[in-house]
């Protein structure tokens, strides 16, 4: 488990929660599915897709009322069901700074 404080909301994106995983010590070549859980809700009913900008946009209307938004990394895993029946998903892959 690791913390992250002071994250503006404004411009948080996909790409700032792979950099912060990738800190904690995962490998940049693992398949990660993120999701985060809607405060007050079981796992089993509150769990939902992380994977773009629209999602970033809907976990971020929790924090003004919670200030801590629990965010779980599936990695190197290849299949997710909950992501099949999620309209969000992304395929991160990085690239080369060379045109």
């Known amino acids: 488990m690791a913390f992250f404080d002071f ?3 404004d ?23 993120y999701h985060y859980r809607i405060p007050n809700l ?8 992380l994977g773009n900008d629209q999602d970033v ?3 971020a209307q929790y924090v003004p009322q919670n200030r801590v938004i629990n965010v779980y ?6 299949i997710l069901q909950t992501y099949f029946m999620s309209p969000s998903k992304v395929v991160i892959e990085q690239l080369d700074d060379d045109p």
């Open 11 to 33: 411009l948080f994106s996909v790409h700032d929660l792979n950099d912060m995983i990738r800190e904690i010590g995962c490998s940049k070549d693992d398949t990660m599915y």
């Open 73 to 78: 990394v599936e990695h190197g895993s290849k």
């Open 57 to 59: 946009i809907s976990m």
């Open 42 to 49: 079981e796992l089993d009913f509150g769990l939902k897709a």
């Open 7 to 9: 994250v503006n909301t």
